[in-house]
C-alpha cells in the first residue's frame, strides 16, 4: 500500500510556518540531566516536544517495569503539555562495548534479534506515550558481509517490528544515516519497495545529513521526503563532515528548509539533534528555540549564529560511521 501524502496546509490563507511547525529537542543531548529534569526544562524553554532517546538513564527499555515507568512518563508529558517520539539510537543500551551495536545486519541472528527486541519495545513504549513515530537505522555494514545479505537481514528483521507497528498504530521513521548501509534517501526507497512499501514505513529526515552528503539541497529534500516524514532531526552540519553542529556553527541556510517543510504539511516533531552536546545541554536547548522560531517565521530577519558553546573536557573521538 503506497503512503498517504501529509495533508497540505489549508489554502484558504496562506500558512505561518513559524505556527505550524512544532519544535522539540532531543534527550540524547540532555544526557546528564534527569528525565524529569529534562523534560521540565523543555516545557519551560517553550519546546512543543521531545526526541525520547530509550537509554540507561531516560526511561530505560531493558529494566523491570517498563510499562509503570511509561506511564509515569507518559503522564508527566501530558501534565507538561509535550508531545514526543521515540527514539532509539542509544549508543551502548545494548552492548557496552559496541556502540550501535548489535545491529539489525549483524551475522549472528541472536544479536539481530536482541535490536528487534528493542524495537519492539520502542513500539510498545511510543503506543503507551501517544508517540508520533518510532525511529531507527539500518546500521553500519559488518565486515564481510556482501550488500545484498545485509539488505535482506534489514527486510527481514524490520518485518515483524512493522508488523506490531501496523497493529499499534505507531510508524516506523527509519533514517538514513552516513556510513550506514541505509545512507541516503534512495537507499530509504530501496527499503520500501523491499518491503512491499508498507503504509506504516516512513522515514526520519535528518537535515544536517541532508548537508552533509545528500546531492539535493535540504531543502530540496524536504520536498523530496514529504510523502514519507514521519519525524525530523535538525542541527547544522557542514558538507562532507558528519559532525552535529550548533545552529549558526555549519552551512546550512535554515529558513528555505524550514519554509519547505511547512509547505508540506508534517505535523510530527522537528527535534534538534545535539548528541555530542550534552555537557551544555541545557544552553544548547535556550539557544537552539529562539533560533529556529527566527529561522521559521515568514518574511523575518536572518537568525544570528548562535553563540559558539564552550567545550568542557576533551570532546569524543569521531567513531568511523556516525557521530550521533
Known amino acids: 500500500m503506497s503512503p498517504q501524502p501529509n495533508p497540505a496546509?489549508?489554502?484558504?490563507?496562506?500558512?505561518?510556518p513559524h505556527r505550524s511547525l512544532r519544535f522539540g529537542y532531543g534527550t540524547n543531548g540532555l544526557a546528564d540531566l534527569r528525565l524529569d529534569d529534562a523534560l521540565a526544562l523543555?516545557?519551560?524553554?517553550?519546546?512543543?516536544?521531545?526526541?525520547?532517546?530509550?537509554d540507561h538513564m531516560h526511561l530505560d527499555p531493558l529494566a523491570p517495569d517498563l510499562s509503570?515507568?511509561?506511564?509515569?512518563?507518559?503522564?508527566?508529558?501530558?501534565?507538561?503539555?509535550?508531545?514526543?517520539?521515540?527514539?532509539?539510537?542509544?549508543?551502548?543500551?545494548?552492548?557496552?562495548?559496541?556502540?550501535?551495536?548489535?545491529?539489525?545486519?549483524?551475522?549472528d541472528p541472536g544479536d539481530r534479534a536482541r535490536r528487534v527486541d528493542l524495537l519492539l519495545r520502542a513500539v510498545r513504549v511510543a503506543?503507551?506515550?501517544?508517540?508520533?513515530?518510532?525511529?531507527?537505522?539500518?546500521?553500519?555494514?559488518?565486515?564481510g558481509?556482501?550488500?545484498?545479505?545485509?539488505w535482506?537481514?534489514?527486510?527481514?528483521?524490520?518485518?515483524?517490528?512493522?508488523?506490531?507497528?501496523?497493529?499499534?498504530?505507531?510508524?516506523?521513521?527509519?533514517?538514513?544515516?552516513?556510513?550506514?548501509?541505509?545512507?541516503?534517501?534512495?537507499?530509504?526507497?530501496?527499503?520500501?519497495?523491499?518491503?512491499?512499501?508498507?503504509?506504516?514505513?516512513?522515514?526520519?529526515?535528518?537535515?544536517?545529513?541532508?548537508?552533509?552528503?545528500?546531492?539535493l539541497s535540504p531543502a530540496d529534500c524536504v520536498r523530496a521526503a514529504a510523502p514519507w516524514l514521519r519525524h525530523?532531526?535538525?542541527e547544522d552540519m557542514r558538507r562532507g563532515v558528519h559532525e552535529h553542529l550548533p545552529f549558526g556553527e555549519g552551512e546550512i541556510d535554515f529558513p528555505p528548509v524550514l519554509a519547505a517543510l511547512a509547505?508540506?504539511?508534517?505535523?510530527?516533531?522537528?527535534?534538534?539533534?545535539?548528541?555530542r552536546h550534552s555537557h551544555a545541554g541545557p544552553h544548547c536547548a535556550a539557544l537552539s528555540l529562539p533560533f529556529l522560531r527566527t529561522a521559521a517565521s515568514p518574511n523575518g530577519p536572518v537568525p544570528p549564529p548562535t553563540p559558539p558553546v564552550a567545550p568542557l573536557g576533551e570532546p569524543s573521538a569521531t567513531p568511523e560511521g556516525s557521530t550521533s
Not at 558481509?145 to 545485509?150: F, G, I, L, N
Not at 512491499?196 to 545529513?209: F, N, Q
Not at 509547505?263 to 545535539?274: C, I, K, S, W
Open 263 to 275: 509547505a508540506t504539511g508534517y505535523q510530527g516533531l522537528t527535534v534538534v539533534e545535539l548528541p
Open 152 to 215: 535482506k537481514r534489514l527486510a527481514d528483521s524490520l518485518t515483524p517490528v512493522l508488523d506490531a507497528g501496523t497493529a499499534a498504530g505507531v510508524p516506523l521513521a527509519v533514517e538514513p544515516e552516513p556510513g550506514h548501509l541505509l545512507a541516503t534517501l534512495a537507499d530509504f526507497h530501496r527499503l520500501r519497495r523491499t518491503l512491499g512499501d508498507p503504509e506504516l514505513l516512513g522515514l526520519t529526515l535528518d537535515i544536517g545529513h541532508c548537508q552533509c552528503l545528500e546531492p
Open 145 to 150: 558481509a556482501d550488500e545484498d545479505t545485509a
Open 127 to 143: 503506543a503507551d506515550l501517544g508517540a508520533h513515530a518510532v525511529h531507527c537505522f539500518s546500521g553500519t555494514l559488518p565486515p
Open 232 to 234: 525530523v532531526q535538525i
Open 42 to 54: 523543555l516545557a519551560d524553554l517553550g519546546y512543543d516536544g521531545v526526541g525520547l532517546t530509550l
Open 68 to 107: 509503570a515507568r511509561t506511564r509515569r512518563v507518559a503522564q508527566r508529558l501530558s501534565a507538561l503539555g509535550l508531545t514526543a517520539t521515540v527514539e532509539t539510537g542509544a549508543r551502548y543500551v545494548l552492548d557496552p562495548r559496541r556502540k550501535h551495536g548489535p545491529s539489525l545486519l549483524d551475522p
Open 9 to 16: 496546509p489549508d489554502l484558504g490563507e496562506p500558512a505561518s
